[in-house]
């Protein structure tokens, strides 16, 4: 998988992200997943870097550790699955999480746009899509970012702002 940006340019990748029955390795670019969180820190005495969780996940079942996570990867089961979007929007808004949100999982280019609406800003994309697919794609963000707005995208940002 390659990481992306809100840009839909490829950046340098040096996490080490877990697998489904690997032993735990310390690094100061680990990810482990959430069920994992607690025997990375007893066993090499300081937390992991990241953590991975499910779209599903109830945010209450990780918010204890979201100070100490500099990235959360929000895994996609399928890519019609839009819990991960909502997840990402409560990390934003609701708990005002500052650090990476990732999201990872089928995802197509077509959904790049609600990825960044919703406050994800990176993306581990699947290696069946071509990466011009994404740089595409955040360029149509970039393009319609310049266009007029329909009346109604202009009210919803008005009452926001």
Not at 122 to 148: C, E, G
Not at 150 to 155: E, I, M, N, P, V
Request: proline share 7%; net charge positive.
């Amino acid at each position: 998988m390659t990481l992306i940006d809100t840009t839909g340019g490829p950046l340098a990748n040096p996490w080490q992200y877990p697998g489904q029955e690997s032993e735990l390795t310390q690094s100061s670019h680990s990810i482990v997943r959430l069920a994992q969180w607690e025997t990375y820190r007893q066993q090499f005495g300081s937390p992991a870097s990241g953590v991975w969780i499910a779209g599903e996940q109830d945010p209450a079942d990780f918010v204890s550790l979201l100070d100490e996570a500099k990235v959360i990867v929000v895994e996609f089961p399928k890519s019609r699955d839009g819990r991960g979007f909502t997840l990402a929007r409560v990390l934003r808004s609701r708990c005002s999480y500052k650090g990476d949100v990732r999201a990872a999982g089928p995802l197509l280019p077509d959904q790049f746009s609600m990825l960044i609406q919703c406050g994800f800003s990176s993306l581990l994309a699947p290696s069946t899509v071509p990466l011009v697919r994404w740089r595409d794609a955040a360029a149509a963000i970039a393009l319609a970012r310049n266009k007029p707005r329909t009346l109604l995208d202009r009210l919803s940002h008005s009452r926001q702002a």
